[in-house]
T-cell receptor, first 111, second 113 residues
Framework: GENVEQHPSTLSVQEGDSAVIKCTYS??????FPWYKQELGKGPQLIID?????GEKKDQRIAVTLNKTAKHFSLHITETQPEDSAVYFC??????????FGSGTKLNVKP | EAGVVQSPRYKIIEKKQPVAFWCNPI?????LYWYLQNLGQGPELLIR????????DSQLPKDRFSAERLKGVDSTLKIQPAELGDSAVYLC???????????FGPGTRLTVL
């Protein structure tokens, strides 16, 4: 089955700096890659996603890039704000089947 | 639009006791998921429903876990008997179809003493 690895496990940045979280996947047939933000005591919330026919997608301060050859995808957050502090999860899916989640990155944005 | 509703939000029980969790998905969503989330880890799928049919329950420990979605709407996940290692957050998610974005509920935090 698919294996999704996520790095780093913790990330601390200064407010206004950029943050980058990277995930690698093992199944070359995976074709859908969502990113979720989970705040304390809440369920994961989708923040951005990308499908395998696209190399990059952007939504305001958040962007995701996908490198199918290297089998990795990354989340980029620019101009970080304290409210960006949370745990971020990546996931991979193949052909509408089971989702495989990374182990999470705890992002701390220092004011 | 109301999101995914789960209850209870917290549950504390002693080992060997039964426990049940309830999930009401977003209206019109055919696909429903139950996930287990251990502390510091990502969600792990327990079972996925397409309407009332369980299409993927390969990760559900069937000796003690059971689930149902009788009318293809809300769902119940049960553990009987609970073990210490079952302490975790149980998340429910739904999507219009398997190919669509999943929307998660707030989860039920289970503590087994």
């Amino acid at each position: 089955g698919e294996n999704v690895e996520q790095h780093p496990s913790t990330l601390s940045v200064q407010e206004g700096d950029s943050a980058v979280i990277k995930c690698t996947y093992s199944d070359s047939a995976s074709n859908y890659f969502p990113w979720y933000k989970q705040e304390l005591g809440k369920g994961p919330q989708l923040i951005i996603d990308i499908r395998s026919n696209v190399g990059e997608k952007k939504d305001q301060r958040i962007a995701v890039t996908l490198n199918k050859t290297a089998k990795h995808f990354s989340l980029h957050i620019t101009e970080t704000q304290p409210e960006d502090s949370a745990v971020y999860f990546c996931a991979g899916q193949r052909n509408f089947n089971k989702f495989y989640f990374g182990s999470g990155t705890k992002l701390n944005v220092k004011p | 639009e109301a999101g995914v509703v789960q209850s209870p939000r917290y549950k504390i029980i002693e080992k060997k006791q039964p426990v049940a969790f309830w999930c009401n998905p977003i209206s019109g969503h055919n696909t429903l998921y139950w996930y287990l989330q251990n502390l510091g880890q990502g969600p792990e799928l327990l079972i996925r429903y397409e309407n009332e049919e369980a299409v993927d329950d390969s990760q559900l420990p069937k000796d003690r876990f059971s689930a149902e979605r009788l009318k293809g709407v809300d769902s119940t996940l049960k553990i009987q008997p609970a073990e210490l290692g079952d302490s975790a957050v149980y998340l429910c998610a739904s999507s219009p179809h398997s190919s669509d974005t999943q929307y998660f509920g707030p989860g039920t935090r289970l503590t087994v003493l």
